[in-house]
DNA sequence: GCTTAATCGAGACGGTACGTCTAGTCTTCGC
DNA sequence: GCGAAGACTAGACGTACCGTCTCGATTAAGC
């Protein structure tokens, strides 16, 4: 996650990278968004808190969101589950509730609003931002649609494109806009929206049918 | 939608704001986002290009933020149509083309995003934002979902609100993440899978209706 | 004292200059300097603590100092006394001990020290300060001077012009450099220095000698 | 002369103070002075001129009047001699013609008026003004003084703190009060004065000399 | 009594400088 | 050569007053 420095031979003269400076500045990003939030961070207070000069931090991330999306990525067990449940329903179902409970978490919430924010304002953070942190979990999805693609299993009429715009967008509105908590009766009315005909009672396997 | 003084018995002693003011410091906000994007706008550079004092920006309006959605609020014509199509379909599919093509504008975009942004990183905008612009947003649609409701044909099982969440999410979602541009098929899909062909068994055209 | 409008003939129409609003103004210009320093002294102060309006304020005095300056002429009975005691020894001592006494008030050597420093620093009421008030007190003591030399008791040696400056000056350096206060010892040497025992013969106090 | 750092150790880490900073600025504020004047000078305008930031101009002086203080003592050769003339009528003639001298010098007696001003407004400064400069001033009449008084010709009857009043208090006052040229005649009026009687009638032309 | 003119208070206006804050760079040291 | 400490230039921040202006309400004098 590191931007720079990620070549495979360090085999370079001098001072080595120190281990302890990069850990206690991500400590300290994640501390102070916890305490004076997004806003409230700078570099100068990460350099402060963390013991590092501000040169290190300059030197090896290029802005604040970055320390912090470096930080996110280390700490966080960030990555939901895509192991196979047997069908798409349940598939999507398990991603959705695993989605949905990390997001339930404030400081997770806190920060990923905050970098989706900094995504809007610094272009250049923007495309590390998509390329890394948002296609990741498109792609977390899109093994489940390949999946069930595979599997046949995935309803007809809607790209495998669209379904990931609905489910990340759905989840991202309810952070970024209405603030409501990501609960578990959205994720199942998503799932149902998406798997088909929420079918009255019965016969939810022969649902997805445009036409029967 | 300026945010101060708008009691109905505006009888003050002194003089009365300036109306050439309001609109010089507006446009010059407007200007200044498409010329240098929202992270180059300042109030300074929006006074000095107005011709207008810092203080009489700072007097009227809390942020840059809030100057950006005042501009955005009296220019734009901003406000999709609600009309009443016949039928929810029809309202929906109208509603989401409208907006869709309300966001396809990149000035709009642009500050849009920039809002939401904004919302993120300075708490008190974003009560303001999500109290006047999110929630007018989610009152029109709602005025098509009560239409439905009352009319019958909208689809049992998803609550307007999830309804709501879906569609704006994913407006949104393109608009904030994947800077995809916002296609009239993705609206068509939207509209299909929110209106839904769960629809029991026959009758393609009758199928809104909740009971044959 | 007033800086406009001491023509003669004041008969014009319309609503005449009003007396309340001159002393509330004099009154919280003084009090203000005392509560809050000359540096702390505003026209938006003096005027939201007298009731008038910033206009009238502007109307009339052209600076704070100004304002002050009229203040002080207002209420202090500023003009010591140059009545003839006899002798220029004994006019002279009446002037300085009364000039002292009124230096030695905490709140009129404030107003008088500010006053001269913005004369330094305002050469247009430096000018005004220099004619009107600095003027007045020199023409005081050129009264006893011109008295003396009438009465022929004015030592040789020393033009008026000079004697002037050492009185003041010895005056205003106690108030502005050091701060000491001005005791009536130093009045009485001032005395003995400038109507000198360099009296020749007679010389009631030997002291000064050199050599006897 | 600067308020910030003496002490002896310096051995502190990081970079270390930039003397082309220090005289850039105390150039630009010696300048600014002669062109615009004390009430036109500016932080901002130092730090303009002397392609300075505002920040080291903040972190190394209080105040404008401090930078120019600063200037003042670095720049000028304002120490008059004390050097021995062998009587204390030569000693306080070569003091004050020296004095007076340098009073002339209109740059220089800007930025004293300039200076006595702020004292005046700003009490912090004042005490600065008064414990490095005046009292600087102060010490070197006293040298004079102390010498006379060793010597025995130091005419008895004024304190020498009197005689240090009266001669800086007349130089002051006609630097501040009368703006009169700083005149020989003056300094040989004040000389006989503080010497003792200027000898009557007879031989005044002899009575400066040491000793014939 | 009506008009006219100057006053008054209030307060918005375009400005300027303030002193603070943070950014991002540069320099100097010790390890 | 890395890393801390910290000084550097640069520039926006939000505030405080400046001095000017518009506003509606008063207050007289002259017609």
Known sequence: MTPVNDQPAPERPGRKR?????????????ELTAEVGYAGLTIEGI?????????????????????LLDALATKADLYVPVSDEGSYTADLSAFLTASFALGRNPQ?????????AEAQINPEFGKRFRASFLQNRRDALGV???????????PPGLPPATITDIVFGTLWYRLLATRQPLDQQLANELVSTLTGPRSDSAAPASRRRKQP
């Open 144 to 154: 489940i649609l390949d999946r069930a693609q595979a599997r046949g299993d995935l």
């Open 18 to 30: 120190s281990e302890d400076s990069r850990m206690a500045i991500l400590a300290a990003a994640s």
């Open 108 to 116: 997770v919430a806190e920060v990923l609003c905050a970098l989706m």
């Open 47 to 67: 350099a402060a808190r963390s013991g590092a000069g501000k040169t290190t931090i300059y030197r090896w991330w290029p802005s604040k969101a970055d320390v």
